[in-house]
DNA sequence: TTGAAAGCGCTAACAG
DNA sequence: CTGTTAGCGCTTTCAA
């Protein structure tokens, strides 16, 4: 079926091709009389202008790459959708590429998105959350930058200078942490998360900053590291209540590794926060889906993809862009953390 | 900076531009030598062909779009994910667009994504769902999908014909409602949902069937509706706990309802599943999430994306399509539901 | 206020 | 095997 075309609505109309554009874009004053008359062609046909032409000839396509690991896991649905709300009012539309962090799908996407002449790129996870990248993997973001505006999202990628949009991750772990101490907590663990992984690192220096203000001794066994999903924190619990001493308070890197945490703990008829406080990372739906109610991080996660759009978009415009916009994290108390030494008594 | 074109090429590898345009596509034969120099330059600039240009003349854009009231909805990153998959598989790029049910978005997306000249569209959600929709809504699901290939998920639109890819929630349902029946319960509610959307009047008949059949009273009160979120769920659930006759058995229209319903009833002190059964719907996340976990059914959420594309592949390549596809879903018997008879030994 | 015509970057006949 | 050339559908000078 043919579609409808510049040409058709200006023959129709009796004017030019240019007219037509004119009306459509409102680029010049064309008389009233005319315009009501091309209009009226137009929405006989409902006629819609071909997106592809006019970006080809504008050199702006409307169109926003999002590269994230894991659309599936709940926090990053929320970053997308921060993102999309300030996409839409500015008129993009956003491709959605899921990688699962595996690197040869980044560069699967970053390749396409390029032909797709997409006028920006958010990129989230995987390389940018390496402690050490492959240098060629970094070499192809630095490229893909030079040719497009890019901003990072909760992420970096040393020794490239790219825009960025972060959560202050270690001053949230600073927030539960002290919280916990507050209340009574002198056996801390940390479940979860990977050496390699930057997040993992910041979270784990700044839980060990805050137990030495506080006096308390940060070992090699205060943490245990073991991914991010619901498995490995119910995995990681199990060991921690196997231990022979076991701590008060187990905080989790993320909201996932809490969630197997309780679980696990819960099987094992531990009381929680009555013998053992749990904490979360990032407030997502599953914090508070649960019972007991999570206390954890709020990241904030929609002004995340909020930003990071409107920095694009800045970009796009040839503003002047801040490179580094960072994000206050703020605690969620909720029923999954208590007094440790209410806890006593009512154990004994 | 100037981005690199097909003439750039052409010219600093000494051949024309259709010589190049061969190489790239492969659509006919070239030298081997020449082909060497051509990929050569090719790489050496990084070029990456203008797939605006490309799309422009091959009237094909490799782009898909996706329409779905809540990717924050866990059930929804799950059909994403499966039609991901199979749109990468075959080249496409998948734009995300969330109307949160809205109409207006839904139309602003419509027409947005015609614009963009997607090769087709995935629409969920919003007014294909409704048990009437206004006759303008339905005109404007013809015209688009008149123009273009178009599939629905989960969902119909009465008298346009399109097709559609739905999971047999009827059957689903009837799967979890005899199971309970199986375990003994004689007194069942259902909660949340909406008299509007289709999804629930399906699950509500089906329940009403399976209960005539085994010979238990269906009545007005059998129903409590009330959405479908968790707060939907933990607001019903404090209804039915209300009642002077408590059910053994409450069936919720999804698992977020069901999320909310646990939480209500734990917080009220009941045991689940000795004093109450609870069932779910969907098998998200969640469902395996908390704790006890969920007896729901599985839509097989990922499948019912992947079918969409590959549908909307064929209606591309002209094939010719089947106009329904049906799923069957599977009963995930979990945590939630137990037998009847035990629980009222327990109790006593 | 309007029209003619030159591209945007690519592909696809059609010749050679 | 390769080059020339005519568009794809639109926007945008430049003239009128």
């Known amino acids: ?102 690197q040869e799908k980044e560069s699967e996407y970053l390749a396409l998105l390029q032909e797709k002449r997409v006028d920006g790129i958010i990129f989230l996870g995987g390389r940018i959350n390496q402690v050490r990248s492959k240098a060629e993997l970094a070499q192809e973001l630095a490229d893909c930058a030079a040719r497009l505006p890019m901003v990072l999202v909760n992420g970096n990628m040393p020794r490239v200078s790219l825009s960025r949009v972060v959560t202050d991750e270690a001053a949230g772990f600073r927030l539960v942490a002290q919280h916990l101490i507050d209340l009574g907590h002198r056996e801390l663990r940390f479940i979860g998360g990977e050496r390699s992984i930057t997040a993992t690192v910041q979270k784990v220096q700044a839980l060990k900053a805050v137990m030495e203000e506080n006096g308390l001794p940060f070992g090699p066994d205060t943490v245990l590291y073991g991914g991010f999903s619901i498995g490995s924190g119910r995995e990681l619990m199990r060991k921690v209540l196997a231990l022979e001493k076991r701590p008060t308070a187990v905080m989790c890197v993320n909201d996932n590794v809490a969630v197997g945490a309780v679980k696990a703990a819960l099987e094992a008829g531990v009381q929680i926060p009555g013998e053992l406080s749990i904490t979360g990372f990032d407030d997502t739906l599953l914090a508070s889906s649960i019972t007991p109610e999570l206390t954890t991080v709020s990241q904030n996660s929609h002004a995340l993809g909020e930003q990071a759009v409107q920095i694009l978009h800045q970009m796009v415009s040839g503003e002047k862009v801040r490179k580094l916009t960072v994000l206050e994290p703020r605690l969620i108390c909720r029923q999954s953390t208590g007094s440790v030494t209410v806890v006593g008594k009512v154990r004994d």
């Open 1 to 102: 079926m043919k579609q409808i075309t510049v040409y058709d609505i200006a023959h129709e109309a009796r004017v030019s091709v240019a007219t037509v554009s004119r009306v459509l874009n409102g680029t010049a004053p064309v008389k009233a009389s005319t315009r009501e008359r091309v209009l009226a062609v137009i929405n006989k046909h409902q006629f819609q202008p071909n997106a592809l032409a006019r970006s080809l000839i504008k050199k702006e396509s409307g169109m926003i790459g999002m590269i994230m690991p894991d659309i599936g896991n709940p926090f990053f649905p929320e970053v997308f959708l921060g993102a999309e709300k300030e996409a839409r009012a500015r008129g993009y539309a956003i491709f959605l590429c899921n990688t699962m962090g595996a």
